[in-house]
């Protein structure tokens, strides 16, 4: 199986959150201008939503009706967005500090965010406790909340299991917890666990924990579940730890899988995501040295089977539902400016179109 690139399209600027159709013609990108854009995949032709969030836009999910987008920003805030008029109907205040990242439960009903600022609780630098629930889940079509957990903040990213079940999230200790939703009773996990390698302590420039678990996706069948981030290293303030991702058996909290021993190089991982055919997934982000910013691997023994170099950012990535397209969006450096208006930067948001082919 391999990557091959069809398009590659600019935003005005970098995109942090993706959702694509089923079919993989339209894509929409929540970005750093606090808008979502609606992008024809073929074309690039982007348009964008009147309502914008007061500061990042960072995730946004597509409703199974086709006609509405929820995203979430660095404001806090959740927004229904209606495709067809590309006017805002419902904004909802879920956090205090930022949306890390949202997920849509497979049945189309929940919609779930995470959040937490990282602040020193002590001499020793671990994470203050949580001034609000870490993670949230809201009703698609009322907008009201209908579970909140516990967890150390930052919690960085969240997932559904496939039968809607079960809801996952880690932070950037590299602390996972899973949810039962359907009997959600006194908020505690009914499974978690800890893999130190996704965190560190830094010890050059600054003190502080950096790092953390970025993405999470359960297998297809749901047995599985996957994490991406980087690994420890002596610099955080370098960004060059390991690129990593592990896999586990989630209801017992044991490691299954990892990435293999010079199939790597340094980085932040950002995405994770399960080809449909459940044999090979697809992780993501930011390379510091190596050779490859985004690669496939098999699920049957955790090879990289194909590898790919943006030279730039990947945030998200995203199957279409019969595995043929994968749609990513990242951003490449903010350097060049169009004009000397302010805030005139040439275009620095990419959404590209790969081709997945056996």
Not at 94 to 118: C, E, I, M, N
Not at 134 to 162: I, N, Q, R
Not at 255 to 282: C, N, T, Y
């Amino acid at each position: 199986m391999k990557l091959t690139l069809a398009h590659e399209h600019k935003l005005p600027t970098g995109v942090l959150g993706l959702a694509i159709t089923p079919d993989g013609r339209q894509a929409f990108a929540a970005c750093v201008d606090g808008a979502v854009y609606a992008v024809d995949t073929a074309t690039g032709k982007a348009e964008v939503f009147d309502a914008k969030h007061q500061s990042y836009a960072s995730g946004c999910v597509l409703l199974h009706d086709g006609r509405t987008v929820i995203s979430g920003g660095y404001d806090g805030a959740l927004v229904w967005h209606d495709i067809g008029t590309r006017k805002s109907w419902r904004r909802v205040l879920a956090h205090k500090f930022w949306s890390w990242q949202l997920a849509l439960s497979p049945d189309g009903r929940r919609v779930a965010t995470t959040t937490g600022q990282y602040l020193p609780g002590s001499w020793k630098y671990e994470p203050s406790a949580e001034t609000e629930p870490s993670v949230k889940v809201f009703d698609t079509m009322t907008g009201e909340l209908v579970a909140e957990f516990s967890h150390t903040p930052p919690v960085l990213s969240c997932a559904f299991s496939p039968d809607s079940r079960h809801l996952a999230a880690a932070n950037m200790l590299g602390e996972v917890r899973v949810w039962n939703l359907a009997s959600p009773g006194d908020g505690k996990p009914v499974a978690k666990w800890t893999s130190p390698d996704f965190t560190s302590w830094g010890s050059i420039k600054t003190h502080h924990y950096c790092g953390g678990i970025y993405g999470l996706a359960f297998s297809p069948d749901g047995a599985a579940l996957l994490g991406c981030g980087m690994g420890p290293m002596t610099d955080p303030m370098a960004g060059n730890g390991k690129m990593t991702w592990q896999r586990w058996n989630w209801t017992k909290g044991e490691r299954l899988d990892q990435i293999k021993d010079g199939q790597h190089g340094s980085g932040l991982m950002e995405s994770v995501a399960w080809h449909p055919d459940g044999k090979h997934f697809v992780m993501a982000g930011k390379q510091a040295q190596g050779t490859w910013n985004g690669a496939l691997f098999s699920a049957a023994d955790g090879s990289l089977v194909h590898s790919i170099d943006t030279k730039n950012r990947i945030t998200q990535s995203r199957f279409t539902g019969d595995g043929e397209v994968l749609i990513v969006s990242g951003a490449t450096s903010q350097s060049r400016k169009k004009s000397d208006k302010p805030f005139a930067w040439a275009d620095w948001g990419r959404l590209r179109v790969y081709r997945v082919e056996a």
